[in-house]
């Protein structure tokens, strides 16, 4: 384990996950830090794990400073080196230089490459978690992250804000400023505010599709469709072929009175299938037959040339509106 030169910075840290903002963030107060110690224009270099060699990184690590007590090594997209650079910085990193800060930033780097455990064995603060927020967890990100650009910002119009945007918190962060800059007064930034300065950019989810099958809201199947544009109709019917026979199999340890068996059953964690219960109270154990049988007859119909979105919806119509009639 190395220990922390006399700024208070280890040779190297690993800045991942998918939080493109918080590793922005991190990386930007790293710059910070090493540019009191002299100018970065003379004491840094950047790499990028899509084009440098393993070779030419540890050069600069060991590149004495200029007119400075430590340099900046940047390395970007590192999950992206090949497997012998990467065995490079895995020897550098056994014995770091002393006077080069190595930062390494990864959309995602595993935890089992030895590259990975190599970072981690620098000091206990040497990798820095980037992980983002949970979907839910993220209105309450937005609101957060508004009063860094000096407003404050309604539960609604947050949920508005994320529902346009999605989960990239770069993309969030930016529509925050814009909102920022228009607004005016200090009242906090409301849902009419966003729906009129944001526009959408996100795609819904397959899982908010099949979730909204699962309630039998059509409308709802019908919104969040018509937001997914790269999804194909193959590939969602297939999604809600394996939806019904999950419900099937929950109507049946209903009846049995085993529904607790479900994720065991289904080989899935038991957050993933909390609400299957409620869902198959909604559909008898005809109707969830009958979907499959329909299902084998859009397929086909899919096969033999007619219009794959048209097949698919009417296939939806006639699952979430059975009980309707």
């Known amino acids: 384990m190395a220990e922390k030169n006399e700024q208070g910075l280890l040779p190297a840290y690993l800045v991942t996950g998918a939080d493109e903002l918080k590793r922005e963030t991190v990386v930007k107060r790293l710059r910070q830090r090493v540019a009191k110690e002299g100018d ?11 084009s440098d060699t393993g ?37 550098y ?87 920022a800059l228009a607004h005016r007064g200090s009242d906090p930034i409301n849902e009419t505010e966003v729906l009129n300065m944001v526009s959408r950019t996100a ?7 099949t979730d909204a ?13 018509s937001r997914m544009e790269s999804m194909t109709p193959y590939a969602l019917m297939a999604m809600c072929i394996t939806r019904v026979r999950e419900l099937m199999i929950a109507r049946a340890l209903l009846q049995r009175g085993r529904i607790n068996d479900l994720p065991g059953v289904l080989h899935a964690p038991a ?19 009958q979907a499959l049988i329909g299902a084998r007859d859009a397929e086909a119909a899919m096969k033999s040339g007619s219009d794959p979105e048209l097949v698919f919806q009417n296939w939806v119509i006639s699952v979430v509106e059975r009980s309707a009639k």
């Open 40 to 50: 970065l224009e003379f004491n840094s270099d950047a790499f990028s794990g899509e």
């Open 55 to 91: 070779e030419a990184i540890v050069a600069a690590c060991n590149t004495l400073p200029f007119a400075s007590n430590v340099r900046l090594v940047l390395v970007t997209n590192v999950e992206k080196l090949k497997k012998p650079d990467q065995e490079e910085l895995v020897q």
């Open 93 to 179: 990193l056994s014995e770091p230089c002393a006077t080069t800060v190595l930062c390494l930033v990864s959309a995602g780097l595993a935890k089992n490459t030895r590259l990975y455990k190599a970072a981690a064995k620098v000091g206990k603060q040497a990798v820095i978690d980037c992980t983002p927020p949970k979907h839910a967890e993220l209105p309450a990100k937005v609101r957060a992250m508004a009063t860094s650009h000096g407003v404050t910002i309604t539960q609604a119009a947050a949920n508005t804000l994320v529902e346009l945007v999605g989960d990239n918190t770069v993309q969030l962060d930016s529509q925050l400023q814009k909102l």
């Open 203 to 209: 795609e819904m989810k397959p899982w908010d599709f």
């Open 213 to 225: 099958f699962s309630e039998r809201n059509l409308k709802k199947c019908l919104l969040v469709r």
């Open 271 to 289: 957050w993933r299938v909390k609400r299957h219960a409620m869902w198959a109270r909604s559909f008898t154990s005809e109707e969830l037959h």
